[in-house]
């Protein structure tokens, strides 16, 4: 009886494409395209799991409180480096997702498809999985990120031939080279746009004597920073807490501190590129001298990380169009054809 009341609360639902991100949540529908984008923030009254404003103060409406609240609410981020950390906040902010893309209905039932990023374990999935399942998902699907990546921006990943993204989210750097619907060879790693901000946080605090918080530091990434040299240097005017005063004061940030700042989590993430490479195997290889490389998430947007790239690589990397969109954007297509990939998927028994 379940079985049948959830198959037809899901005739009235949107099934739903989820790219559960550690700085953001992106939410595509088949035939819609992407319908909901926001931060994956969540504000509770301090020392509960009480989301406030009944339930509604999850992305934007939090976003705009981290780092500003009283002593009574607190801003929480429930995903760190990629995976769960807070496994009640996740199934909140799920929750309230997924009834805003329903109009705020509260009875429906959406089958779901989750991009995750590909190192995590078993554990760490099936926390996925329950937790959509407790936020109303009627059944929930899982796609390594690297593959909604390739199936998002129409790499050829289910043809005998190599294909490569390296997709640069909030929390993690997901690098695979993709053949026949499988991953061949792949790194994940936990250094993403949230080390790129801390990298500018203590740059700021050793240059300046200033100390700013995580959204001005992603400002700065986002305004003036780069990872190769730009052909006209930029600068940037800052607001922060002084250091020896404790008095606010403003300093002027160049993009040569900030590029010498990113330098070391870009080389991690450049090291990682060239260790997958290495270890794929030569036939393939031969396919991405001419393939190159996908960039995609929201570190692809740093400046001319795609000439740093290639520069380490010797291989043509490009920016996909609109990267921040396209793990979302795979998700969605996937949903259209369940049936023929769902040899690529994961999932439990439905509800």
Partial sequence: MPSFFNSLLGMFSYDMGIDLGTANTLVAVSGKGIVLSEPSVVAVKKGTNQVLLNGDA?????????????????AIRPLKDGVIADFEITEAMLSYFIRKVHNRKRMIKPRIVIAVPSGITQVEKRAVISSAQRAGARQTFLIEEPMAAGIGVGLPIE???????VDIGG????????SLAGIVE?????????????????SVKAHHNLLIGPQTAEQIKMKIGSADELETELQLEVSGRDMGCGMPRRAVVTSQEVREALN?????IL?????????TPPELASDLVHQGIVLCGGGALLRNLDRAISKAVDLPVRVADDPMTAVARGTAM???RLDLLSQILETEEPN
Avoid: C, W, Y
């Fill in 186 to 202: 792949a790194r994940s790693l936990r250094i993403a746009g949230d080390e790129f901000d801390e990298a500018i946080i203590q």
């Fill in 159 to 165: 043809e005998p031939k190599g294909s490569m993204t």
């Fill in 271 to 279: 090291g990682a590129i060239k260790s997958t490479l290495e270890m």
């Fill in 58 to 74: 999850v992305g934007l409406a939090a976003k705009a409180m981290l780092g500003k609240t009283p002593g009574g609410i607190s």
């Fill in 334 to 336: 996937v949903l259209e």
């Fill in 264 to 268: 070391e989590p870009i080389s991690e």
């Fill in 171 to 178: 929390g993690t750097a997901e690098i695979a080279v993709m």
